[in-house]
């Protein structure tokens, strides 16, 4: 087996028992890790010990989210030997229906039954998976780590009320917490990445109104007449709904004007009662230098995410599954983590079509074209899959984009257009 070595000569391979992994932040991409990283060395025989580092009590204070699990999410929970309990289930996604100005396209669910889109709370989520980490045998330490310091023969994590840990390797799965970003920028030659901030409010709704007026659908608002927002959406949940907005500056007024949206398409009633908004950001852009010897960013924190529909919670799993099986396989040292950055090529790879087709969805907007375009959505399949695609996160990118190089389907689109620009002149007239 191939073994790395550090510039100065210390063994940097794959991980030994005895040797331990402290991990900071208990979301998705630190849980997953933890777990893959007990179950996968105990079943090769050796005992790696996992020190998980997550501040948060989850019955009373949830990671904002809104707790969208699209697929393939449960195929990723089997692969760490888990199974998303039923009475966590709010919601099973019938459909997406997307609402412009003008315009409106429902798109149903296309998954299996087992691999259908759902919604959870996401402080039981991370709960279940907290606890099913610590039952694999991660020691879960309630603390937040205020530093670390990387040397020859380990790293020395320290936590905010005094506790002190030696050992082999750090991985960061802190999101976007700023005290983690900072340590690890100080610590590493890590960057941050680009972010996008979200606000986000659970309104208050009885379940019959719920299935009266936005059954079991996700509606996404795409209105050029609120270009600010990149997309907004509102998701019915248990005894409420969620509605969410994200775009690079966006404030409470943006998060006000969706909800009068959805109040004005009858998704919602006309008075409701101030619920608290949450804020938070997610990766718009990759981080650099994620990784360095004995130190691996994982989730959020690695801006390893689509740039689109990000899958977040997905992103998380995987990024942490595969940083434990190159830490089992392969190694500790940055040359090892090169391989976990390969094993993200599916990610990587994808990630300037992502660009491209927000770019697309921008600039149709701006250009007043994306009414006519969604109307045209309805007949046309190959129009109707892409937007399916980009807006459930199935399927890439890179098909989305090479789907839509057909020139009839410009040609068609370009008449719908002009249909869509005569009939406005024609009313005005
Ligand atoms: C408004 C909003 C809505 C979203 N909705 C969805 C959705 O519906 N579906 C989806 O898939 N994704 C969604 N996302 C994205 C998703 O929440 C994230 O991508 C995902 O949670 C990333 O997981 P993570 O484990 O990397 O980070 P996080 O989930 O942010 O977890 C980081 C953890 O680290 C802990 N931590 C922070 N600092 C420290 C420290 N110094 N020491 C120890 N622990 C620390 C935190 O308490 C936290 O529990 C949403 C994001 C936003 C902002």
Redesign the pocket.
Known sequence: MTSFAASDGADLGPLQSGQCVAI???????TSCALALKRQSEALGRHVRVLL????DFRLES????????PPFNHLLSDLGLHLPPQMIQRRIGAYELHTDSADLILPERGQAEEQTVVVD?GNL?LFMLYSARGAGAEVIK????DFRVDRDGVTVFGNQGTEVRCDVVVG?????R??LS?FEARTLYQRPGMMR???TDIPLADELIEQHVGNNIHALLLGSQPSVEFAALTPKRGHVTV?V?GPNISPVELDVSIAHFQRLGLLPKALSPAPR?G???PASPAHNIYRDRAVT????SGL?RPLK???????LLTGMRAAKTMLEVGISRRAFDSFYKSCYDITSDYYYGIFLRWLYRFSRSLGVLDPVIDLAHDEKTLNRCFYNMVSGEGSYRDVVWSLGRPLLWLRIAAAVVRHGRGRLLAKA
């Open positions: 900071i932040g208990g979301g998705p991409a630190g580092f997550e501040p948060k990671n904002v989210c809104v707790g969208v699990l699209s996401r991370d603390e937040a780590v205020v799965a802190f999101g976007l917490t005290i983690g340590t979200s606000l986000l969410n994200a949450y938070n950001a997610f994982i989730g959020n924190t995410l990000g899958k977040g919670i997905n992103a998380g």
